[in-house]
């Protein structure tokens, strides 16, 4: 770690420091792209979990993202410290991103809705029981809009005295492609206090921005804005989503192709061709929770009508995942008891260990249910990750789940395939030989429309895609 010294040396060159709360899969990565585009800043990401700070000071990082080793390597140590020295870090520094998790409430009023934001109130009591300076205090959590008028008043009401300034800078990264997200995003938006001091602090965290991104990326709005545009933007990307679903069911029973259908449309510039991929259901850790609070906050500010038209697509969302589910059955004599069935990806989508709320969850649980027994391959996601997903213990896997070192020995003796991650390895399988070791009739579920389905059928199998005959 660095030595009081070189702390003490930054101060009086006023050179700001940066203190992250929350080393999850945004604090993380974000905090080592601030670190290594500005080298003069100092930036310590701090976390109550010492196993993950252990783990971020290590070479095998807590989190699987392209191209993040790299970065975290060339910062860390120089500008970049992680730690579970909280109050320490947070004393010392001039401006604070609260990074932590916003999950969906699971009990009292609001729960399966509202966010639950103790871990952000818990962060804005530390800030203020701390002290050490005037700070500026960042809500990078994906929050409620209205959560800073909270942070606020817990930071106002500090015996210590000193000054806070409270603004909004989401972040839009997705998982899998997060450096280059934050590398070269299309905006950033920070919101921000419409008066003088809280102009001057929305210009400093600019500041940090301009760094490597362009003026012109760079979108200030007050703070409820910029607070209501990131759940906004994830409930319109989710929508997508489960429109482009919604028509694969009617694909499936026209002799339509969802593919060819989304090529279509997506030539139309006012369309656009993004976000149209039908696939077994989105997953990820905020989609379905961000469109739940979204729902939650139109309840809450009388708009029944608001809400209900947002929740039909996590509804959608659900009916899609139980679809697959549907058609696995219904393809395969309506029983899957005793079948061995191979899941090839967990992850919710390629390139990322991460599996919450992945899709695979609710197949697997369903599987299961209908006595099926799985041999489970993902290139990066661990078994200890799966189970605990499932809510099955080591015990209780035995003999129904197998975790498999590559996708071919998953296939091996199989009956079907539910391919669920388009991870690109899956692409080169020798399907001919796969197919060779598989009972017969051999089944290909591919619910994410990797893989050729004619190709499939050439090697032998019933092939089923999503949004195709
Ligand atoms: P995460 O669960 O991976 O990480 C959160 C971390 O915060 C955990 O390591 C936890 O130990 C730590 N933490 C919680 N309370 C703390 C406290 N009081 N003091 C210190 N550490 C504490 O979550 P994440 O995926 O990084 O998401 C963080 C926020 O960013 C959420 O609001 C999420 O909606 C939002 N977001 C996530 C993504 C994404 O791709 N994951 C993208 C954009 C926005
Ligand atoms: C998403 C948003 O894209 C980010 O901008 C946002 O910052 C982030 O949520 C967040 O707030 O957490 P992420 O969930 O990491 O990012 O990944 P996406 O690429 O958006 O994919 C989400 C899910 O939708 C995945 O399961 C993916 O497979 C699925 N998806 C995506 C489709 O089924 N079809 C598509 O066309 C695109």
């Given at each position: 770690?660095?030595?009081?010294?070189?702390?003490?040396?930054?101060?009086?060159?006023?050179?700001?420091?940066?203190?992250?709360?929350?080393?999850?899969?945004?604090?993380?990565?974000?905090?080592?792209?601030?670190?290594?585009?500005?080298?003069?800043?100092?930036?310590?990401?701090?976390?109550?979990?010492?196993?993950?700070?252990?783990a971020?000071?290590?070479?095998d990082?807590?989190?699987?993202?392209?191209?993040?080793?790299?970065?975290?390597q060339?910062?860390?140590?120089?500008?970049?410290?992680?730690?579970?020295?909280?109050?320490?870090?947070?004393?010392?520094?001039?401006?604070?991103?609260?990074?932590?998790?916003?999950?969906?409430?699971?009990?009292?009023?609001?729960?399966?809705?509202?966010?639950?934001?103790?871990?952000?109130?818990?962060?804005?009591?530390?800030?203020a029981?701390?002290?050490?300076?005037?700070?500026?205090?960042?809500?990078?959590?994906?929050?409620?809009?209205?959560?800073?008028h909270?942070?606020?008043?817990?930071?106002?009401?500090?015996?210590?005295?000193?000054?806070?300034?409270?603004?909004?800078?989401?972040?839009?990264?997705?998982?899998?492609?997060?450096?280059?997200?934050?590398?070269?995003?299309?905006?950033?938006?920070i919101?921000?206090?419409?008066d003088?001091?809280?102009?001057?602090?929305?210009?400093?965290?600019?500041?940090?921005?301009?760094?490597?991104?362009?003026?012109?990326?760079?979108?200030?709005?007050?703070?409820?804005?910029?607070?209501?545009?990131?759940?906004t933007?994830?409930a319109?990307?989710?929508?997508?989503?489960s429109?482009?679903?919604?028509?694969?069911?009617?694909?499936?029973?026209?002799?339509?192709?969802?593919?060819?259908v989304?090529?279509?449309?997506?030539?139309?510039?006012?369309?656009?061709?993004?976000?149209?991929?039908?696939?077994?259901?989105?997953?990820?850790?905020?989609?379905?929770?961000?469109?739940?609070?979204?729902?939650y906050?139109?309840?809450?500010?009388?708009?029944?009508?608001?809400?209900?038209?947002w929740?039909?697509?996590?509804?959608?969302?659900?009916?899609?995942?139980?679809?697959?589910?549907?058609?696995?059955?219904?393809?395969?004599?309506?029983?899957?008891?005793?079948?061995?069935?191979?899941i090839?990806?967990?992850?919710?989508?390629?390139?990322?260990?991460?599996?919450?709320?992945?899709?695979?969850?609710?197949?697997?649980?369903?599987?299961?249910?209908?006595?099926?027994?799985?041999?489970?391959?993902?290139?990066?996601?661990?078994?200890?990750?799966?189970?605990?997903?499932?809510?099955?213990?080591?015990?209780?896997?035995?003999?129904?789940?197998?975790?498999?070192?590559?996708?071919?020995?998953?296939?091996?003796?199989?009956?079907?395939?539910?391919?669920?991650?388009?991870?690109?390895?899956?692409?080169?399988?020798?399907f001919?030989?796969?197919?060779?070791?598989?009972?017969?009739?051999?089944?290909?579920?591919?619910?994410?429309?990797?893989?050729d389905?004619?190709?499939?059928?050439?090697?032998?199998?019933?092939?089923?895609?999503?949004?195709?005959?």
């Amino acid at each position: 770690m660095e030595s009081q010294d070189s702390k003490y040396i930054g101060r009086v060159l006023g050179l700001m420091r940066i203190c992250c709360i929350g080393a999850g899969y945004v604090g993380g990565p974000t905090m080592a792209m601030i670190a290594q585009k500005c080298p003069n800043l100092t930036v310590a990401v701090v976390d109550l979990n010492q196993e993950r700070i252990d783990a971020w000071n290590s070479d095998d990082l807590p989190i699987y993202e392209p191209g993040l080793l790299g970065v975290v390597q060339e910062a860390r140590g120089r500008n970049l410290f992680f730690s579970t020295d909280i109050d320490e870090n947070l004393k010392e520094a001039d401006v604070v991103f609260i990074s932590v998790n916003t999950p969906t409430k699971d009990y009292g009023s609001g729960a399966g809705q509202a966010a639950d934001l103790r871990y952000v109130e818990s962060c804005a009591r530390r800030i203020a029981e701390v002290g050490g300076g005037d700070k500026i205090v960042v809500e990078k959590s994906t929050v409620p809009v209205r959560t800073a008028h909270m942070v606020k008043e817990i930071l106002s009401e500090s015996p210590n005295g000193h000054a806070y300034q409270v603004v909004s800078n989401p972040e839009f990264l997705a998982e899998g492609t997060a450096m280059r997200d934050l590398a070269n995003p299309d905006r950033v938006l920070i919101g921000g206090g419409t008066d003088e001091e809280g102009r001057k602090a929305v210009e400093q965290v600019a500041g940090i921005y301009r760094n490597w991104i362009p003026e012109e990326s760079i979108i200030t709005t007050n703070l409820w804005s910029s607070e209501l545009s990131k759940l906004t933007a994830n409930a319109f990307l989710a929508q997508r989503i489960s429109s482009i679903n919604a028509i694969s069911a009617l694909c499936e029973a026209t002799g339509a192709d969802v593919d060819e259908v989304a090529r279509a449309i997506g030539t139309d510039s006012r369309i656009g061709p993004k976000f149209l991929k039908s696939s077994v259901g989105f997953g990820g850790s905020c989609f379905q929770k961000d469109i739940l609070n979204l729902t939650y906050l139109c309840g809450h500010f009388g708009l029944p009508e608001v809400a209900s038209y947002w929740s039909q697509v996590v509804e959608m969302n659900d009916y899609q995942k139980e679809r697959f589910v549907g058609r696995i059955l219904d393809n395969m004599f309506n029983t899957v008891s005793g079948k061995s069935i191979a899941i090839l990806g967990y992850a919710f989508k390629k390139d990322t260990n991460d599996v919450r709320e992945s899709p695979a969850i609710a197949v697997c649980q369903r599987l299961l249910e209908e006595k099926a027994d799985l041999r489970i391959y993902d290139p990066k996601v661990k078994a200890t990750s799966i189970l605990y997903s499932l809510g099955w213990t080591e015990e209780e896997a035995s003999g129904r789940i197998t975790f498999c070192g590559d996708a071919e020995e998953a296939c091996q003796g199989t009956h079907a395939i539910a391919l669920l991650t388009e991870w690109d390895e899956f692409k080169d399988i020798d399907f001919d030989g796969v197919f060779d070791k598989m009972s017969k009739p051999a089944y290909f579920f591919d619910g994410r429309n990797l893989i050729d389905p004619e190709l499939l059928r050439k090697a032998g199998f019933r092939a089923f895609a999503i949004g195709k005959e």
